[in-house]
């Protein structure tokens, strides 16, 4: 039972390249997410999924585009990666639209160079 | 803004004692309420979630809530040294999930 699983686990970029962070989940969860952890800030939304097929902003979506390939899979990408992007970033589910219950894959720490 | 607070801590306090978290939020509308544990590397994890005014317990954790005062707690009792890790507490309204920067607890043998 896997869960929610991420990759990479790490990644080093420099300033103004891109990538893609891949996150699937196998609990046929309808929502998911993309968050940021930075010391002293706590976890801030970067982009929400409620349901295949539709994507919403969520606290702090600048330099990130997402897609929700299907129900399982939710990527973020960095088009052009700046230093301010490094960060700890988790992707999350949960079974219903209303956020609750959040089931956080491993993580991604990710330096901009 | 949304803004949920935490004392970042640290709180460190002695095996078998209680240990008491606190969260403050500001938007009035905020209808659920949730504790999540962190430690230091991994992954957040869900250990108490609260809905209504008054106190929660499952086992050793209560959660408690006080929507007038907009204000949400956790108790820990007979505080084991696994309990050490950092305590985020989160609260949502309307598919918005704010969370606080988390208090990091250190529970000493």
């Known amino acids: 039972n896997a869960g929610v699983t991420q990759t990479p686990k790490f990644q080093v970029l420099k300033t103004g390249q891109s990538m893609t962070l891949q996150c699937a989940q196998d609990m046929n969860h309808n929502s998911m997410y993309w968050y940021r952890q930075d010391p002293g800030m706590g976890l801030r939304l970067i982009y929400y999924?409620?349901?295949?097929?539709?994507?919403d902003k969520g606290e702090v979506p600048n330099g990130y585009n997402v897609s929700r390939l299907n129900k399982r899979e939710f990527s973020l990408r960095l088009e052009s990666a700046a230093p301010s992007q490094t960060s700890v970033y988790f992707c999350?589910?949960?079974?219903?639209?209303?956020?609750?219950?959040?089931?956080f894959g491993s993580g991604t720490q990710l330096s901009v160079l | 803004q949304k803004e949920v607070e935490q004392n970042s801590g640290p709180l460190s306090v002695p095996e078998g004692a209680i240990a008491s978290l606190n969260c403050t939020y500001s938007?009035?509308?905020?209808?659920?309420f949730f504790w999540y544990r962190q430690y230091s590397g991994k992954s957040p994890e869900l250990i108490m979630s609260i809905y209504s005014n008054g106190d929660k317990e499952d086992g050793r954790f209560t959660a408690q809530l006080n929507k007038a005062s907009q204000y949400v707690s956790l108790l820990i009792r007979d505080s084991q040294p696994s309990d050490s890790a950092t305590y985020l507490c989160a609260v949502y309204n309307n598919n918005d999930m704010r969370f606080g920067a988390g208090t990091r607890l250190t529970v000493k043998p």
């Open positions: 938007d009035r509308g905020s209808q659920s």
């Open positions: 999924s409620a349901s295949e097929g539709t994507t």
């Open positions: 999350a589910s949960s079974p219903r639209g209303d956020n609750e219950k959040l089931f």
